[in-house]
């Protein structure tokens, strides 16, 4: 292992949107960079081949294409309002083709570590192709995006049945025959919820709190485009957008979820009224959070 004196320029960690976006303003601003990602590729967890990818086949932006393109560089006008996962993949490609910033990136290259130095410096770890190397970076920008390694909570008991990570999630058809639970109602959970009741013979979600749901469109218009334009101060817009809401969507205390314990963009709200269709049409169950497992059967707190 050598060290290869790269003073000069930034270590950029990451080929996703938020790499792109630091490539992109490094390239402009004339400031040199060598970016690095453990994919062969653009995209991040985007592209669903992509060795530390948690996409899923069904899965769609949850903003609206206008809400989310660069501004430099919009999408293209026949891309859906909240397009597939393989359009948004193509985009960043396109986006990175563009402006040239496929030639900053080394493939294929895992960053390893990233030590201080002294004096603003960064040794950097790097590893390709099973070789090894050292380099010292002037500075350090982290896209390595937050949601490439998945979280699993621990549970009393044991569980018999399969138990996997939404990071493993693929397709629906593992679901075809089986009792599902979906625990948590985050965004991807309630995808998935929502692709499961096509499958499986019965689907539960257990839930440890309540949650706001935003529906795609009001008025015919993506709701976060909606929502955008209207100018109002903070609280006010909080208040306004929780009525609309209800008025939309309904109250999912209804439906079985707990009362939130937060407002209206104090946490990241669920962009999927499907689940409260489907809870509507009895597809699918709300459960209280989970106490015990014991087998292939789930004890809750309730």
Request: charge should be neutral; glycine fraction near 10%; charged fraction near 25%.
């Amino acid at each position: 292992m050598g060290n290869n004196e790269t003073t000069g320029k930034f270590a950029l960690i990451g080929a996703g949107p938020a790499g792109l976006s630091g490539a992109r303003n490094l390239s402009r601003l004339g400031i040199p960079f060598d970016g690095f990602d453990l994919n062969a590729r653009v995209g991040g967890l985007w592209d669903i081949d992509g060795p530390r990818s948690t996409m899923y086949r069904s899965a769609h932006l949850i903003s609206s294409k206008r809400m989310t393109e660069y501004s430099e560089f919009p999408m293209d006008d026949d891309v859906a309002d909240y397009p597939h996962h393989s359009d948004v993949f193509r985009y960043f490609n396109d986006y990175a083709e563009r402006f040239d910033l496929n030639r900053h990136y080394q493939f294929n290259t895992e960053v390893l570590s990233a030590v201080p130095a002294g004096h603003g410096l960064w040794d950097v770890t790097l590893t390709r192709d099973g070789k090894q190397q050292t380099r010292r970076y002037r500075g350090l920008i982290i896209a390595n995006g937050t949601l490439s390694e998945p979280n699993i909570p621990q549970f009393k008991g044991q569980f018999s049945g399969r138990l996997m990570h939404s990071a493993e999630y693929k397709s629906p058809d593992i679901f075809r025959g089986q009792r599902v639970l979906i625990v948590g109602a985050g965004n991807s959970g309630c995808d998935i919820a929502v692709d499961a009741v096509h499958h499986a013979a019965a689907v539960d979600m257990s839930v440890r709190r309540g949650y706001h749901f935003v529906p795609k469109y009001v008025f015919g218009r993506p709701a976060d485009a909606f929502g955008g334009a209207m100018k109002l101060p903070g609280w006010l817009k909080q208040r306004v957008d929780t009525v609309f809401l209800k008025m939309f969507t309904g109250d999912p205390v209804r439906f079985g979820f707990p009362e939130p314990d937060h407002k209206l963009y104090e946490s990241h709200p669920i962009v999927n009224s499907m689940v409260l269709y489907h809870l509507g049409h009895g597809d699918l169950q709300v459960q209280a959070d989970i106490d015990r497992f014991d087998g292939h059967t789930v004890h809750f707190k309730d």
